[in-house]
């Protein structure tokens, strides 16, 4: 999922964007995952957020005529780079998810996967399928949630600002059989057991993100989560540490004894630790002199 080269030199962090979306449930929020190709070259296999990498298209100044300013954000330079942010954001989810937030009502279903298949394998294409349907995409209905940087060990690194965002019940998704084979509504709970009992893999980033989202009562309770979070780069430190069973690796957050940054960024324990090809969230162990 992760591949590790420390003796490599740190690559320079690509930005990307990645759209948390949730809905109310019959009993809980829910949130909305799909589960990346085995063959991806990065996090292949693990259950993710819908996102990806922000191209030259999501940056251009057209998008101002076809998209609503995004809400300021600080973990963005400036707000041509927040609104590409934002941009690569939704259309990874169209994308990814066949699901897409517009100014006014909400698009149906089928009305998502005839815009997806209508936009696919072409860059630029949502622009000019926007334009010809006098839509506008509504950036400011995402709220801006975390920001994490891939440790500079890993081959693939990419600087991925977490967005959020509220649908409507109604909203189905559906993944695309290439970049991602499967998809699914749950809580944010019930995720997190799935990965506790080996069913599902998950990245560091997204466990902490949907446990930070497992106390939320309404989906419309993500802007109350988002006015909380901070948007300070998270860049795991990769450690090693020493276990009962012998010595492994561990991530280690800002907040960890044995990270650069002293103060927390997000909370919950302070490092992932690497147990049977599975990164789960542990405290540091006890300093011993």
Not at 54 to 76: E, I, S
Not at 77 to 89: F, H, S
Not at 164 to 181: I, L, M, N, P, S
Request: proline fraction near 9%; charged fraction near 25%; glycine fraction near 6%.
């Amino acid at each position: 999922m992760l591949h590790f080269d420390p003796d490599r030199p740190a690559a320079e962090p690509r930005d990307a964007a990645t759209l948390v979306l949730l809905r109310d449930g019959p009993s809980a929020v829910e949130v909305f995952c799909v589960k990346r190709h085995e063959r991806s070259g990065f996090l292949g296999g693990a259950v993710v957020f819908p996102g990806g990498k922000v191209d030259a298209t999501d940056r251009d100044t057209a998008w101002l005529a076809h998209c609503t300013l995004p809400r300021p954000a600080a973990f963005a330079p400036d707000a041509d780079a927040l609104r590409a942010l934002a941009v690569a954001a939704c259309r990874e989810t169209l994308e990814e998810a066949a699901m897409l937030p517009v100014v006014g009502e909400a698009l149906a279903h089928d009305e998502l996967l005839s815009l997806r298949k209508a936009v696919a394998g072409e860059k630029g294409a949502l622009l000019s399928a926007l334009a010809a349907r006098r839509m506008r995409v509504d950036l400011a209905a995402l709220w801006p949630l975390a920001r994490w940087i891939t440790p500079a060990p890993e081959t693939r690194r990419y600087d991925t600002r977490f967005f959020a965002a509220a649908v409507g019940a109604g909203q189905r998704g559906a993944h695309d059989e290439r970049e991602t084979t499967a998809s699914f509504w749950a809580p944010p709970a019930e995720v997190l057991s799935r990965f506790d009992v080996g069913e599902i893999q998950l990245a560091p980033p997204t466990h902490r993100t949907l446990a930070q989202l497992t106390g939320l009562s309404r989906a419309a309770d993500v802007a109350e989560a988002a006015a909380r979070a901070c948007l300070d780069p998270i860049c795991p430190r990769l450690v090693r540490q020493n276990t009962d069973d012998g010595e492994t690796l561990a991530l280690a957050l800002p907040g960890d004894p044995e990270h650069d940054v002293r103060e927390a960024r997000a909370p919950g324990p302070s490092r992932f630790v690497l147990r049977g090809g599975r990164w789960y969230p542990q405290d540091a162990p006890p300093v011993t002199h």
